[in-house]
């Protein structure tokens, strides 16, 4: 690990929220002595009740942690209502398009926006409580109302990423039981149209027989075919009211569900819940980015992963921010793009995953110079780790050495951030997550809880319950308890196993090494290797498969894939045959970079694949394990021989 250390900006730590490491301590050591006193005083402060709760954490059924137990409070009102007071004309939501198109939406637009939205899902689609709705929407402002929308009414959102395939989307659809799906034409990119309605077309014509309308939101204007099932919202929108009641919620209603990858079987339905999601969301946007009243910030996720969910909607909104939605992407035109953004927005928190600022640092070493990226307090990072050389780019060239760099550690199962460091208060080692934040009780331990030797890695736990913590996987209790609580044990309670592995150093600062399960994380995208396989076999021709992640200069990781083929022979077609099958089954993100048809996979006489094998050799690397408890150890040789063959 780097012996580099960065500290925080004295300017900056003087104005800011959390200012030393010795306050850092203070809030944990006061965490550690009063668990509930402190999430108490927080839920106090930010939440507007509308009952009060009468219990802070009950854990009387654990794992199925409860917060803030019959408290009544509604997230639309805490994301907007609430600012109306003071904040009416300021920005709430500053909308960039493609090609350059801008809006700003205010806080009070957006209050009567998103009203007129849920009057309209009310009204006239009969939505409810407790009604789930699929969105499968560009980035639109269109989006975010409909999100808080559901919020207001009490109906749960489930938003599918506009790149997963229609099976993908039915799958999801179904899974959820969703009576409505919102959708839009389509939107732009690098310039050009492109479609989504599509997609919906396609994967509600052979299933999603729950769905029982489908709201189509016009962006682009391209043709799309209208079914009878079809609404257009930008005729239907102007009929309703832009005054609508908030729904009062239980703490422990289900806020949003959304989809995500584990190491077995499909994916799974995160629950999130209403107070401790909003309440963590909105003090992670405090503290790690130290928002301010006149801040502009930016994230650059798509709403469609956890990352667009709670910092690009829910947690600056909370805050009472500006946040940034950009439809487009950071190098189109150029590799200027963002840079110009930041410049023209005067932004002043950006937020990225490591394979934008890798991209954008190969496009352009001096390209931000040229802009006036003065506005810039914090720079974050999010959903991989980062690479010592990226992180330093991003320094000294986005960052001018002034701004810190919050490499932020969770997971959709979080709801927010876990590890990261603080702007104004930590000590940076370049690309390290460094220490978890107050409240957060992050270890790196091993399986009997056992906490691991400086330098050892171990399984990154949280070992007590926070209130953003997924609360079931909908609809399966059992694969929740299974997938998160099954492999660490700590004072004979087991507690939360993220999946990934980290290394605590001497200083105690946390590095994360990487998901420990059979997960990939391609540009920062969780796939499931098993996920990957079930559609490989979809391929007529493949008999057996294997799916491993490989180290990739831009991507972090890509997949690469074994296939055994039915018929030996002509396998000149089998990369473009198998990711055609991921195209249509999962989406494009799950394309692999490697396809190697071999005669055989290495497994155990028990016929278990050995994948510690296969991805060894997919790195290039000498086979230092034994293989002759292998069933047929000569398959080692010749799958290398094939790999060989194919570079
Ligand atoms: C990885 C994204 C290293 C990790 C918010 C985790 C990271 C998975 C970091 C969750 C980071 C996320 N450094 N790795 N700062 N942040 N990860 O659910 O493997 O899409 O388990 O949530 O991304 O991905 P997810």
Redo the contacts with the bound molecule.
Sequence with gaps: MSKEIYYPNPEFSAQARIKSMDEYWELQNKAKADYEGFWEAYAKEKIDWLEPYSKVLDESNAPFYKWFTGGKLNVCNQCVDRHLKDKADDVAILFEGDRGDVEKITFKQLSQRVNRFANMLKEQFSVKKGDRVVLYMPMIPEAAYAMLACTRIGAIHSIVFGGFSAEALRDRIEDAEAKVVITADGAYRKGKPYLLKPVVDEALKAGGDSVEAVIVVKRNNEEIAWNDIDNNYNELIENFSDECDFEPMDSEDPLFLLY?SGSTGKPKGVQHSQAGYILWAQMTMEWVFDVKKDDVFWCTADIG???GHTYIVYGPLAAGVTTVMFEGVPTYPDAGRAWSMVQEHKITQFYTAPTAIRVLHKMGEDEPKKYDLSSLKVLG??????DPPAWKWYYEVVGGGKCAIV???????TGGHMISPLPGATPIKPAC?TFPLPGIMAEVIDQDGTPKEVGETGLLCITKPWPSMIRTIWNDDERYVKSYFGDAVKDGKPVYF???GAVVDEDGYIT?T??VDDVI?VS?H?MGTAEIEAAVKKEPSVAEVAVVGTPHEIKGESIFIYVVLKEQGDSSKIKELVNAVLSSEIGNIAKADDVIAVSGLPKTRSGKVMRRILRAIAKGEAITQDTSTLEDPAVVPAIQQAVADSK
């Design positions: 995500t992963w956890i990352t990072t999010v959903g991989e780790p980062i490499d932020t550690w969770w997971q959709t199962e997550a993220s999946g990934d994360i990487g998901r994380n920062g969780r």
